[in-house]
């Protein structure tokens, strides 16, 4: 039996609108914990899977943001990169984007077996708006697709 087509909505989290599986939005949501306003999302039927929807405030850049959210929470990734990962061997970030208005990383935590990918983008001087994503590494062939719409949907919503 062929699986169904993934079902799409639209998500409206703080000051972004993205466009999420309905997998997520059927799922467990709960508010964010962090230094952040926003929401998760856990689905659930894909444990580990998990995705999140925020705004925040602060000057620093998109980039800075989301690395701090998903890679390291006390200091900025580039010029701690060493450090970090003579930490913490099992995390691996095998991409950035860094520009003045939007920010993105990816990588992996846990040895390989949890993967992530999130985004920033500046609203103005002092406010920014994100989103990220965690899946399992086995379940890559599912989000990593996902992972890429949301981003493309991201993008759009300016």
């Known amino acids: 039996m062929a699986e169904e087509p993934i079902k799409w909505v639209v998500s409206t989290v703080g000051r972004s609108q993205i466009e999420i599986p309905s997998l997520f939005a059927e799922g467990k949501v709960e508010p964010l914990y962090e ?3 926003g929401l998760t999302f856990t689905p ?3 444990p ?5 929807q925020y705004e925040g405030s602060g000057t620093i850049t998109p980039f800075e943001y989301i690395a701090r959210m998903l890679v390291d929470s006390n200091e900025d990734y580039e010029d701690q990169k060493a450090d970090y990962e003579r930490n913490h061997p099992g995390d691996k970030v ?7 208005t ?3 990383v990816s990588g ?3 040895y390989g ?5 999130g985004m920033c983008r500046k609203l103005d001087a002092d406010n920014i708006i994100c989103f990220d994503i965690t899946w399992k590494k086995k379940d890559r062939a599912i989000f990593k697709p996902i992972a890429e719409r949301i981003a493309r949907s991201f993008d759009k919503d300016k």
């Open 94 to 100: 095998t991409y950035t984007f860094d520009e003045p």
């Open 108 to 110: 992996s935590h846990a």
């Open 102 to 104: 939007i920010g993105a």
């Open 113 to 117: 077996s949890i993967n992530y990918y």
């Open 44 to 46: 659930k039927n894909y």
């Open 48 to 52: 580990g899977a998990q995705f999140r």
């Open 35 to 37: 230094f952040s306003v």
